[in-house]
């Protein structure tokens, strides 16, 4: 037979057994949650002889475009495969593409317009995207952010004045939605 415990054994001993009990769940729910409402994103260098740039957001349908980089005068490309010289002088944006949609969103660079200071318009350089390897349509899934380069060539002395960024038509959209253009420096 089991000697009993005493009253004050039996508090402590059902004191011990609650805390013992509560010390690994305070480890499963007692974790700090950072509640900050923005991702930290790593800061990624600027190229050579490119500006970073700010404030330069537009949107188009659901998606959301940031020209964080940007280059003119650029007299050839060069990549794993070949080396081209430009026509005139190639113009190269760093892009930050979101999706702020619920559904997949078609980034198509063939849709992309380049504005210069004269009033031109210029489409995106197939070579250059080819060489620096860059995307030509790029599925952009719901809430994915991509980043990546677009290049034009441009007369030599031309000025960029803005980009024309297109976004798909979002779901039940009867036509193309219109561009967003953005500014440039």
């Known amino acids: ?10 508090s402590a001993a059902a004191l011990a057994l609650a805390l013992a009990a ?6 499963c729910s007692g ?10 994103i790593p800061a990624e260098k600027v190229r050579e002889s490119e ?10 349908a659901d998606m959301q475009f940031t020209v964080i980089g940007f280059r003119e005068q650029i007299t050839e490309v060069m990549g794993t495969h070949g080396v081209m010289g430009a026509h005139g002088a190639f ?7 979101v999706n702020t949609g619920r559904d997949i969103q078609v980034f198509d660079t063939w849709k992309q317009r380049l504005v210069t200071t004269d009033g031109k318009v210029y489409t995106p350089d197939v070579n250059a995207t080819m060489i620096k390897r860059q995307p030509e349509r790029l599925s952009v899934g719901a809430a994915m952010r991509c980043e990546f380069d677009l290049w034009f060539d441009v007369p030599r002395g031309s000025k ?19 561009p967003a253009e953005i500014p440039l420096p």
């Open 1 to 10: 037979m089991r000697p009993s415990l005493r009253p004050s054994m039996r």
């Open 22 to 27: 509560a010390v690994p769940l305070a480890g």
């Open 31 to 40: 974790e700090k949650h950072d509640s900050a409402t923005t991702y930290a």
């Open 51 to 60: 500006a970073a740039t700010t404030g330069k957001t537009g949107r188009s």
């Open 91 to 97: 113009t190269r944006l760093r892009l930050l593409t």
């Open 160 to 178: 960029a004045k803005a980009v024309r960024l297109y976004g798909s038509p979002p779901v039940g959209a009867v036509s193309d939605p219109p």
